[in-house]
């Protein structure tokens, strides 16, 4: 048989384990946001480097991420054509963002 007194600390220790757990923070499971600058799709002049306007990246816990974006360009501005940069970014938690933009590669005057 189980004393009374018994019964009530296992409440006790229940209620206060459970309300530990409950003010555990919840894991980071949001991606950060990547935001593009500038046009998407962006128009581009053949013939001269290809400059990208950037991307900015927030997280809701990790705050400002731009710096740690990483960019894969692939336009050729030999000639008119369409081409993708590619923006990837992850925050601490390991929770990743994508983000792509199309450029479109044309003659200009």
Known sequence: MIKPKSTALFIIMMVIITGFAACKKDKDTTAPVITLEGYN???FCAGIPYVDPGATAIDDEDGDLTDKINTDIQVDTS??????VYYDVTDAAGNKAEAIREV??????
């Open 41 to 43: 799709p962006y128009t």
């Open 79 to 84: 000639q008119p054509g369409t081409g993708y």
């Open 104 to 109: 479109i590669v044309i003659w200009c005057r």
